[in-house]
């Protein structure tokens, strides 16, 4: 979709372009509900947001890394890891200019029909983060390589295993609404899971 955003591209060229992406979109996320893929999302040097009523997690790690977008631009992130989540109504969106027709908006939502969303191994690297949280045995300023209760540092992270982090046991997140750079997981089961290309700005709050 960075494509959209750089290039002088018309609506109609954008809909042939979409239509079979949205496709096979429509056919991984179902693979996703059933808890088949792996998954991971990320917006080419582009910032989404994420929104839940709840995210339950149990060993919980959180580090300082940057992560490097296309064209070689660094960002600097907090890492928010779990071993196991739960969530209860996710959504994520992204809100793409397309010059010469407006916005246009990708909004995902998952969890919201009585069974959450359900995540092992679960990676966001965010900048912005506001929920009210609990945490459980949490030790602040263990080294991030030695954390004992999280997933470990993401394979592939520029993280420094001595540098500042923080791990607890468990972590209970109500009210999420962040900013990030992009999200992974082992396993990502989106129950109820319902994908929308929407004209105009339509985003998570």
């Known amino acids: 979709m960075e494509s959209l955003a750089r290039g002088g591209t018309r609506w109609k060229r954008f809909a042939v372009v979409m239509v079979p992406s949205v496709a096979a979109t429509a056919v991984i996320g179902v693979a996703l509900a059933q808890g088949a893929l792996a998954a991971s999302f990320s917006v080419s040097g582009q910032q989404f947001k994420v929104s839940a009523d709840r995210l339950d997690g149990t060993g919980f790690l959180q580090y300082g890394a940057i992560d490097t977008q296309h064209g070689g631009k660094h960002i600097p992130v907090a890492v928010s890891a779990f071993k196991k989540a739960e969530i209860k109504n996710l959504?994520?969106?992204?809100?793409?200019?397309?010059?010469?027709?407006?916005?246009?908006?990708?909004?995902?939502?998952?969890?919201?029909?009585?069974?959450?969303?359900?995540?092992?191994?679960?990676?966001?690297?965010?900048?912005e983060l506001n929920a009210d949280a609990t945490f459980r045995n949490i030790n602040i300023g263990v080294a991030a390589g030695d954390s004992t209760k999280g997933p470990g540092i993401k394979k592939g992270d520029a993280a420094d295993p001595g540098s500042f982090a923080q791990e607890a046991d468990s972590a209970t997140l109500k009210g999420v609404q962040q900013t990030a750079w992009a999200t992974s997981a082992g396993t990502f089961k989106l129950s109820g899971l319902s994908m929308k290309v929407i004209k105009g700005k339509s985003e998570c709050y």
């Open 91 to 127: 959504c994520q969106s992204v809100v793409v200019p397309v010059p010469g027709f407006g916005d246009v908006s990708l909004k995902l939502s998952a969890g919201n029909k009585g069974t959450p969303v359900e995540a092992k191994n679960l990676f966001i690297d965010l900048d």
